[in-house]
């Protein structure tokens, strides 16, 4: 409860998840939780939300979602879905108007074969014309017919000639009818369409056929005007080209002066509405409190991420950053964050792997342990788009040409062998045969490499050695076998026999 009371209301979308679980049941509390911002992460019903709350309060809360026009709560499937399940067995189920439309959508239909319940269908359908027909998902899409199956069995509809009562109950059950139904009902169908998403092809055609019959309020096409086109409203958007020809040249300019309103308008809302998704930060600013979450970065898409995502704050918690966050498409934002890493090259981390060699050109590489955290294997491999070799030959060029600096067994141990091969040969020559005999990796190879490698001859590996290969059953390739030195295959060979 300390945590809601000393968090400014405007910074509550900070909280991490992990301190919303409990809270009393009182009314202060409820008022106080009200009054602050949250992200829809932190809130919303769900089962899992609703659990600890008793019977009376999870019924009050489904309740206050039931709001009409603007105002209107939006609810997914699964919370609808919940929501069902927690009042079917309720004695007040049956109240339709107390719940949220969308709810309804979920009733068993089964409910009205009562014969104390048939008598109610009316009002149920009644209700259910607020609700939104396009939220079922695709499992679940056979719901909307069975919907209407039941609406004309309840209502006695026998023919696909929709009366005015029929469709001021069906309300936006309209949109899921079929051509057929549209242009043999009544016009005031036409209204109820005007609140659907979308139109089918099937349902624009039977929408013109209705115009053009002259039976509308719209009057004869003959008739029809700019002031036509406002009055049918977003409908207009909906028609094939064929309506539009029902308009002489005139009244063609005034249309096509309104149509592109219409779509300078639609354009500039959309245009508004991708420019602040892609560049405004909606999912909350991220803190030192956001990356400390167990979640993070889970919440934040790869446009949210770098939205939110301020430059200070990737320098002040750059350590924390780099240890949660492991997709590359996030780690290459974090490091065009850093403009000027400078002495923060050794947190980077597996950031560091996604660095071009430009970036690394500018990057200051003097101390050893710089040096190791950028060859650490554990951070992952460089990115496979840049040349991994020419990366690692520019990080340790670069801490070489730092005065007093050279590879040493120190610096050979954390370079490990791998990278040693993107080198120029001029710089492994610089390397001294005393700073390679304390290499670990060294030790294990040195009776592999023969007398040219160094100025001071190594010897390569020696009798012994090979008679314990020999026992081991060690395979080869006829080409490998053939540079062996002589007395080396002369030792196999009499081992053999």
Known sequence: LQIIENVPDNLATEIPGVYLLQFPNDSSTVIKLNRKKWKPQQVGFTCTTVRSLGKRQIKNLIKACRRKGTNKVPLVETQLTCMYNQIKEESDATSFSLYPPDVLLYYELELFNNKDLNSSCRSYFQELADAD??????????????????????????????????????????????????????????????????LTVGQSA???????????????????????????????????????QHFDQVRNTCFQMFRREVFILL???????????FTECTAGIITQVTISDPTFPFDYNI???????????????????????DEVEYLRIVLQKLQDVKDQVQLLSAASRVATVQDIRSWTISKI????????????????????????????????????NKLGSAELNVIGGPNLCSLDVDIIRTISSQSFSSVSVFQLIQPYIGNSFFPFPTGGANANYIRSLVVSDVNMDLATFTSLDENVVLVSVMLMF
């Open 206 to 244: 039977a929408v013109e056929t209705l115009l053009t019959n002259g039976n509308t309020p719209y009057g004869l096409s003959s008739t029809w005007n700019e002031q036509t086109l406002k009055d049918l409203g977003m409908l207009t958007l909906h028609l094939p080209s064929s309506f539009y």
């Open 303 to 325: 446009n949210q991420f770098n939205n939110c995502l301020s430059v200070s704050t990737v320098k002040d918690n750059l350590d924390a950053i780099t240890e949660k966050v």
């Open 267 to 277: 354009f500039t809302f959309w245009c508004k509405f991708f420019l602040f998704f």
């Open 369 to 404: 342990d710089t040096l190791a955290a950028l060859m650490d294997s554990s951070d992952g491999g460089w990115d496979p788009s840049i040349v991994s070799k020419q990366s690692t030959c520019v990080i340790i060029s670069k801490y070489l040409a730092v005065g007093g």
């Open 133 to 198: 027909f396009s939220i079922f998902s695709p499992a679940l899409t056979y719901k909307r017919s069975a919907l209407f199956d039941n609406a004309r069995s309840c209502l006695g509809i026998t023919s696909t000639s929709l009366t005015e009562d029929n469709i001021s109950v069906l309300g936006n059950m309209c949109c899921i009818l079929d051509g057929s139904y549209i242009q043999n009902s009544h016009p005031s169908i036409l209204e109820q369409l005007k609140n659907c998403p979308d």
